[in-house]
C-alpha cells in the first residue's frame, strides 16, 4: 500500500465505551500504515492541543463537578479548538488521521447517557465545534459493560489514568454503549462494528481488514 491519494485527506475514528480498547487498537493500526508508506496523523478527545489539555482536566477530573450543559459545552470547545488547529491543516495536507473519540462519543455520552437527546440545540453545536469536518469511516470497538469494568479496574491497578466517567454507574456505561449501537445502526455504511472481545491480535486483524478494505478505492 503506497500513498497516492488524492484531494482532502480521511478521518477514521475509533469509537467505543471506556475498556473497549480502542487506543491500543488505533496505536497498532498507525504503527501498521505507516510501515506500508501511509502518512498518518494519530489524535484523540479531548486534550489533543494546549487548550485542550486544559478542557480535559477540567472534564475528567473525579474531584470536581460539572453539569451535564457544561460538560457538553467543554467537550465541543475542545473540538473546536482540535478541528481547527489539527484536523483541518491534516487533511487540508492529504494524510490520513486517526482520531481516538470524536462527534459519535457526544451522541452517545452525552446525548445518550446524560439524556440530553436529539435537541435541536445540540445538534446545531455540534455542527458548529465540527466545522464541517466529519468522520469517513468509524470503527466501533463493541464490549459488553461486564467485560470493560473489568479492564477498566485492571487499568486502575496499573496506574492507568482514571477519570469521572470511571466514577459512573453501570447504567451509565450500558446507556453509552446502547448509544453505540444505535448509531452503528442508522450509519451502517460508515460505522463498522469491531468484536472487541476478542484477542489484541484478532482484533487488530479485523481492524486492518476494515481499513484495507475502506481505503481500496482511496489509495
Known sequence: MEEKMSG???????EGIDGCGKSTQMRLAADWLRSRGVACLTTHEPGA?????????????????????????LFLADRAQHVREQL????AANRIVLCDRYSDSTHAYQMAARKLGQDERV????????????????????????VAFHRMQQRQKGGGERSRFDLEARSFH????????RLARQSPCRIRRIDAERSIEQVQRQV???????????L
Not at 482532502?8 to 475509533?14: A, K, M, P, S
Open 8 to 14: 482532502r485527506g480521511l478521518l477514521i475514528t475509533f
Open 49 to 73: 492541543t494546549p487548550l485542550g489539555r486544559e478542557i480535559r482536566r477540567l472534564l475528567l477530573s473525579s474531584g470536581k463537578h460539572v453539569t451535564v450543559e457544561a460538560e457538553l459545552l
Open 88 to 91: 483541518v491543516p491534516a487533511l
Open 123 to 146: 445538534l446545531t453545536l455540534l455542527d458548529f465545534a465540527e466545522c464541517g469536518v466529519h468522520p469517513d469511516l468509524t470503527l466501533w470497538f463493541d464490549v459488553s459493560v461486564d
Open 174 to 181: 450500558q446507556r453509552v454503549a446502547d448509544g453505540f449501537a
Open 208 to 218: 486492518r481488514m476494515e481499513i484495507e478494505t475502506f481505503l481500496e478505492d482511496k
